[in-house]
């Protein structure tokens, strides 16, 4: 039974980077049949996905345009987890953040990780 | 960028069937999945859509069902339970984009 377990702050200045992490279990950061996402949740965005990394032949991401250029998606082989980094953080960055396993659909989420944007 | 529109809420009588519905232009042409999300827990994905063709994941009950057509994808529940009450969203690809619907408020009264 595979699981996502997340592990980051919960509290993040504003200005500053936001890091989360999701450790797998019962699979595989570089399954060529998987891709790993993070997905937020706050009441005026509603569910909004940030992003995904995956491993064909290659590593490759895909990023939403809204964080575009803030965002980055990185896989850690050697710990089989993947993280994620959010730059220039505003208060609109505060939500419940999941990690989530799928390429067309998303079968398997973390539990989430409420990160709150405040000084 | 291509949008999707759940209604806000949708209520249900003990018992009797539920169609949650998800707008798009042209949606019947996408492969439109389906998440369960009950208060403080992650969403649970309660259908999913493989080559058209509308599945079930392991422990999802047979009264789930997923239909899709035109500008409108439908989450049916039949013979609805009071654990069935929880918000549900619909999710499609825009692209290399994950979109999700607002979600929908399901009332079981």
């Known amino acids: 039974q595979a699981q996502l377990q997340q592990s980051g702050p919960g509290l993040v200045k504003p200005s500053q980077t936001l890091s989360l992490t999701c450790a797998i279990s019962g699979d595989s950061v570089s399954s060529i049949s998987a891709a790993w996402n993070w997905i937020r949740q706050s009441p005026s965005r509603g569910l909004e996905w940030l992003g995904r990394?995956?491993?064909?032949?290659?590593?490759?991401?895909d990023y939403a345009d809204s964080v575009e250029g803030r965002i980055t998606i990185n896989p850690d082989t050697s710990k089989n987890q993947f993280s994620l980094q959010l730059n220039s953080v505003t208060p609109e960055d505060t939500a419940v953040y999941y990690c989530?396993?799928?390429?067309?659909?998303?079968?398997?989420w973390g539990r989430g990780t409420l990160v709150i944007v405040s000084s | 960028s291509y949008e999707v529109t759940q209604p806000l809420s949708v209520s249900v009588a003990l018992g009797q069937t539920a169609r949650i519905t998800c707008g798009g232009n042209?949606?019947?042409?996408?492969?439109v999945h389906w998440y369960q999300q009950k208060p403080g827990q992650a969403p649970v994905l309660v259908i999913y859509v493989i080559y058209s063709d509308s599945k079930r994941p392991s422990g999802i009950p047979e009264r789930f069902s997923g239909s899709n057509s035109g500008t409108t994808a439908t989450l049916t529940i039949s013979r609805a339970q009071a654990g069935d009450e929880a918000d549900y969203y619909c999710q499609v690809w825009d692209g290399s984009t994950a979109v999700f619907g607002g979600g929908t408020k399901l009332t079981v009264l």
């Open positions: 042209n949606i019947g042409s996408r492969n």
């Open positions: 990394t995956y491993y064909r032949t290659k590593w490759s991401n």
């Open positions: 989530a396993r799928g390429v067309w659909y998303f079968d398997l």
